[in-house]
């Protein structure tokens, strides 16, 4: 606890700025105690450190490049073969900083987040003493512009809380809470995870009625602020400068949630536990300044005025039910979500006006657990479907600037301004994780698809752990597929946990991927060919 209080106040000396210091000598200038009472502040941390690696075996298929861009699906050696492989790191700390019994602040900071090991020697660039990356002797920490694309330490999170009479209120920047099965919002936080989402939120929770009831605002972007490469243009506190390209996002949640000591109380009194709940979300944007954010910092010294707005006139709504039922060794979940979305004018040229584009989008998953062996056996069996759209690609992450799919395509634009006008593919978080290979590695997350996907797992010892599981997806939309065939393959995935003393954990995961029709080259005739992968982990954790 010692060395946890000595990193946190080290940590803090090292963000907060010498400028906040008064000049007296006395340290940062003291509150007015309104409230009385002692502002004593302890630190509480939590984290883990991880290194991970991975060897890929054919993960482009061997199936040829996609029609529009001529690239494969995914990378491959530039001096031939089929074997990619890598090893990153991250430490990540969360730091609760608690003052009295009501109010805390919390910090998320990530360290070396996704660095590959060995990718920032001395001699990248080169230097007087390493003038080649063969030739050095020492990693150099990551500078963005100069070895890397981002800093060696990142604040991810930075907000308060204080508990009042009538609930919680929350207020900065926050990661998104996870809900239900997590097909919205991913999964609760994994050693493994390679997804943020902090959000910009105020935020209010309280209890009705023994339910959750929660409602926030989050400011999901905002356009042309007064900030400058010289210094803001305004003194003192930079402003944003036009509030009607703000993008808003306001939400609610309404439910009853059962956590797992509560679960386990009411399964040892031989009752039922049924957990439940919505969370609804819309998101408005009236005009926007498509200039602002594509040709980024740059623009922030340039000058705007209405005729570089767009009148965007976006709306988005979700709705999301989730139901869970505990009755003895059987779990049964749902999650269901559904999306509509219009978008007035999509052009991102203010000279020009688009037809307007629109969204019906949903998903869906289902799963059935039964507990053989109470705390060492599982067995599990897990549907999902995620709508699609009839154009050509998935549509998940398609390249910057392509603006229509050809058919072949496993991934591109879902509309077309000439002649479609809706996108409704469905797209899971891709935090949601289903796989090893196919919709984590090649594709980034779960669309367009039906999934059947039992799975089995056992806990050997309290130190040991592993699973077993298969998945088969097909598509709803064949024409997306690159052939027009709706099945995409099946995939077996191993994987082994071994904790053998407090603070340590180490994984392996193999992941075998049978590619099937769907995934094929659509004009030479070449199937697509198994792919493989094996990863690894090891952390410390907090």
């Known amino acids: 606890m010692v060395a946890r209080v000595a990193l946190a106040a080290a940590l803090l000396v090292l963000i907060l700025p010498a400028s906040g210091a008064a000049q007296d000598g006395g340290g940062l200038r003291p509150l007015p105690d309104h409230a009385g009472g002692d502002r004593k502040a302890t630190f509480v941390a939590h984290g883990y450190f991880r290194t991970r690696g991975a060897l890929l075996h054919n993960l482009d298929l061997d199936r040829g490049p996609t029609p529009t861009t001529g690239e494969t699906i995914y990378p491959v050696p530039p001096g031939g073969g089929q074997v990619l492989g890598s090893a990153d790191a991250r430490l990540r700390l969360d730091l609760g900083i608690h003052v009295g019994d009501l109010a805390r602040a919390h910090l998320r900071v990530d360290v070396l987040d996704g660095l590959v090991l060995g990718s920032t020697p001395e001699g990248f660039p080169p230097t007087r003493w390493s003038q080649t990356g063969w030739a050095s002797a020492r990693q150099l920490p990551p500078t963005p512009g100069l070895n890397s694309f981002v800093a060696s330490i990142r604040v991810k999170e930075a907000y308060g809380e204080v508990l009042t009479p009538v609930g919680t209120i929350a207020f900065g920047r926050m990661e998104l809470p996870a809900w239900g099965l997590g097909i919205v919002t991913g999964e609760d936080e994994d050693l493994d995870d390679d997804w943020d989402d902090p959000v910009d939120r105020l935020a209010f929770a309280t209890s009705l009625a023994d339910h959750l009831l929660a409602v926030s605002v989050d400011i999901s972007a905002a356009g042309p602020t007064s900030a400058h490469s010289q210094g803001a243009s305004t003194p003192g506190q930079a402003v944003d400068l036009e509030l009607a390209d703000n993008a808003y996002t306001v939400s609610a949640a309404f439910g009853r949630i ?45 000058a705007f005025d209405d005729e570089d707005s767009v009148a965007r006139e976006l709306h988005a709504v979700m709705a999301d039910g989730w139901m869970r039922l505990h009755a003895g060794p059987v779990r049964l979940e749902l ?8 978008v007035g004018d ?66 591109a634009p879902q509309f077309d301004l000439g002649s479609d006008l809706s996108l409704n593919n469905f797209r899971f978080h891709p935090g949601y994780r289903v796989d090893l290979i196919f919709w984590r590695s090649i594709v980034g997350a779960v669309t367009d698809a039906f999934l059947v996907r039992p799975e089995l797992r056992f806990h050997a010892t309290p130190a040991l752990s592993g699973e077993v599981s298969v998945l088969l997806s097909t598509a709803v939309e064949p024409t997306s597929t690159p052939t027009g065939h709706p099945f995409y393959g099946g995939e077996i995935d191993l994987g082994v946990w071994w904790a053998p003393v407090a603070g340590f954990e180490a994984r392996m995961q193999y992941g075998l991927f049978l590619p099937g029709p769907a995934l094929n080259h659509p004009d030479e005739g070449w199937a697509a060919k198994p792919a493989q992968a094996f990863r690894g982990t090891l952390a410390v954790v907090w």
């Open 258 to 302: 059962h956590d797992d000591a509560a679960i386990r109380r009411r399964r040892a009194a031989g009752k039922a536990t049924v957990s439940y709940g919505t969370y609804v979300t819309w998101r408005f944007q009236r005009a926007d300044f498509p200039a602002f954010y594509l040709d980024g910092l740059a623009a922030e010294d340039a």
């Open 335 to 342: 999650e269901v979500a559904y999306l509509w979305s219009r």
């Open 346 to 411: 999509p052009s991102v040229d203010p000279s020009v006006s688009l037809p307007t584009l629109t969204a019906s989008q949903f998903g869906g998953m289902f799963e059935a657990e039964v507990e053989p062996v109470r705390d060492r056996l599982f067995v599990q069996l897990g549907l999902g479907l995620a709508s699609g759209d009839s154009a050509p690609g998935l549509g998940v992450a398609p390249p910057v600037g392509q603006v229509t799919g050809t058919a072949g395509d496993l991934d």
